[in-house]
């Protein structure tokens, strides 16, 4: 991609947009911010070879424009009613909602998640990372202005995990899979939200840390589908072994790093009280691990077979990379408990 002079631009653009709404002191400068990121990312996601890229590119500007002509009906709305229309605090209880709502859809959270599985589907590996990772950026800081643990939000969090959970369930695609995984994680980056910037940013850097190890690995190996994942016998089992660990991470299995964000979610929310809300999450999570481990198990236990004759075609070569992924993600957490204990 940094060999394009043009993808390279619209790289440019796409993170100038986002850096322009997380700094903007107004609604409107905010907006124009989202809206630069929306022209540069149509261009990254279009590829004359794939018809589907076409397809997705064409349902994230329908989607993405919506969404963005509603948030600037709700500012503008604002300005009319509030005598404070440059303040990011809106305390009119609809046009927060109303303005949530918007960024909840640019976003792709439940219940407004239906065009990005199908967008997802269209793209290549390195589009569909970004989409999962720095396309939330902007969205996520400017619902952090109104965000309240209120009947609204907390059953955007409980259907976002549900619908992440639910929608995994029966999908080969590992695009399909990764968005709704995508989806089931922006219930807990709402959580921690709520609770502190701060939290969020740990939350966050750990997923987009897991999600590149993912999509690095699946990048690598050429697999785009689970029946590819279960014929991997061209690849050294070391690679593989590291690619399953990365998953059951990214699930938030307890040994591993993905479950360091969601154990320090869970200690705070329950201090704070919200033991229902907890309780939901940590459950419906469940669904989510359940299927990395059925998976992973089938992976590594009933389908893994070499065949003899293809034994000189098996690559024993071990990719650095991805074994170093592999080694932060599963010990990251024993990593960081030591590193806390020592200091």
């Known amino acids: 991609m940094l060999n394009n002079p043009t993808k390279l631009l619209f790289t440019m653009t796409l993170m100038t947009g986002t850096l322009i709404t997380i700094s903007a002191n107004s609604w409107f400068g905010a907006w124009m911010g989202l809206e ?5 990312f149509i261009p990254l996601m279009t590829n004359t070879k794939n018809l589907l890229s076409t397809e997705a590119s064409l349902k994230y500007f329908l989607t993405q424009a919506l969404a963005s002509a509603t948030l600037l009906m709700a500012v503008i709305l604002a300005a009319l009613m509030l005598s404070t229309p440059e303040s990011f605090l809106i305390k009119n209880s609809f046009l927060t909602t109303l303005i949530n709502s918007t960024l909840l859809l640019k976003m792709g959270a439940a219940p407004f998640h239906f065009w990005f599985p199908g967008v997802m589907e269209g793209l290549n590996w390195l589009n569909s ?38 929608g995994g369930f029966n999908q080969t695609s590992l695009r399909k899979i990764l968005a709704y995984s995508s989806i089931n994680h922006l219930g807990w980056m709402l959580a921690a939200l709520s609770i502190g910037e701060n939290l969020w940013l740990l939350y966050f850097s750990v997923y987009t840390f897991l999600s590149f190890a993912m999509v690095y690995m699946f990048n690598n190996f050429k697999v785009f589908h689970i029946q590819q994942v279960f014929s991997l016998n061209y690849i050294s089992p070391v690679n593989k072994f590291a690619l399953f ?67 000189p075609l098996v690559s024993m070569k071990i990719n650095v990379l991805t074994l170093m992924l592999s080694i932060m993600s599963t010990l990251g957490l024993t990593l960081c408990t030591l590193m806390f204990n020592m200091f």
Do not use: D
């Not at 630069?36 to 540069?40: A, E, Y």
């Open 129 to 166: 990372l970004m989409l999962m990772t720095w396309q939330k950026i902007a969205p996520l800081i400017l619902i952090s202005y109104n965000l309240k643990i209120n009947l609204f939000m907390s059953l955007i969090i409980v259907l976002c995990i549900l619908v992440g959970s639910l």
């Open 245 to 311: 660990i990365t998953l059951l991470s990214l699930g938030g299995l307890p040994p591993f790093l993905g479950f360091l964000p969601k154990w320090i979610i869970i200690q705070n929310m329950v201090q704070t009280g919200h033991l229902t809300l907890i309780t939901l999450m940590v459950t419906l999570t469940l669904i989510t691990l359940f299927y990395y481990v059925r998976t992973s198990f089938s992976a590594f236990m009933l389908t893994y077979s070499e065949t003899t004759w293809s034994q």
């Open 36 to 40: 630069i990121n929306l022209l540069s």
